[in-house]
């Protein structure tokens, strides 16, 4: 295959090539075969598909910390979050609107009043 996309490819569309095989293999193999199998893949991690993954990875990684410093911090000032509020503040994906909630908290005097606006 390397053989193959190195004679009939460009190599920015090989790369995209081998990171989508990669991704695809993960759908069907553990993630130690595929590796194994693609050992040695060259450009994958210059890939626009494999950077992507990466950033969107990273991207819910913040909001997850997010999520989990707001709740930290408000459990902390008024005491334990109720299933509901939890569940409005893990259906908050923008990372800006939970900075901006977290920024609230001490301006507040309860998880309701920190919720709206």
Do not use: H
Not at 64 to 81: H, I, Q, S, Y
């Amino acid at each position: 295959m390397e053989e193959r996309l190195d004679k009939e490819m460009e190599p920015a569309q090989a790369a995209i090539l081998w990171a989508s095989t990669y991704i695809l293999m993960g759908l069907r193999y553990p993630p130690a075969l595929a590796a194994q199998l693609l050992r040695g893949v060259r450009n994958m991690k210059e890939s626009t598909t494999y950077q992507a993954i990466l950033e969107e990875g990273a991207a819910q990684g913040r909001a997850d910390e997010a999520r989990r410093l707001l709740l930290l911090m408000g459990d902390k000032r008024f005491g334990a979050a109720d299933a509901r509020i939890r569940r409005a503040i893990e259906s908050i994906t923008s990372v800006e609107r939970l900075e901006q909630l977290t920024a609230r908290i001490l301006d507040v005097s309860n998880w309701d009043e920190l919720l709206t606006q």
